[in-house]
């Protein structure tokens, strides 16, 4: 998934997430399940949000 929700509402966009700014509690906007961010070493790869979807990360 490109955005993810951040805990006081608001939504980032994959490409501009950064932890020290945003935290490191990100969520699915639709589910609102925890999510990680993935940013690939490889370059033809855009950021993206993922689940585990192991317990409370299994996206619904």
């Given at each position: 998934?490109?955005?993810?929700?951040?805990?006081?509402?608001?939504?980032v966009?994959?490409?501009?997430?950064?932890p020290?700014?945003?935290?490191?509690?990100?969520?699915?906007?639709?589910?609102?399940?925890?999510?990680?961010?993935?940013?690939?070493?490889?370059?033809?790869?855009?950021?993206?949000?993922?689940?585990?979807?192991?317990?409370?990360?299994?996206?619904?």
């Amino acid at each position: 998934m490109k955005n993810a929700l951040l805990p006081n509402g608001e939504i980032v966009n994959a490409k501009e997430y950064d932890p020290m700014i945003h935290g490191d509690k990100i969520y699915c906007c639709g589910c609102k399940k925890p999510v990680s961010h993935s940013s690939a070493k490889n370059s033809n790869i855009e950021p993206y949000f993922k689940t585990t979807g192991k317990g409370e990360s299994k996206h619904t």
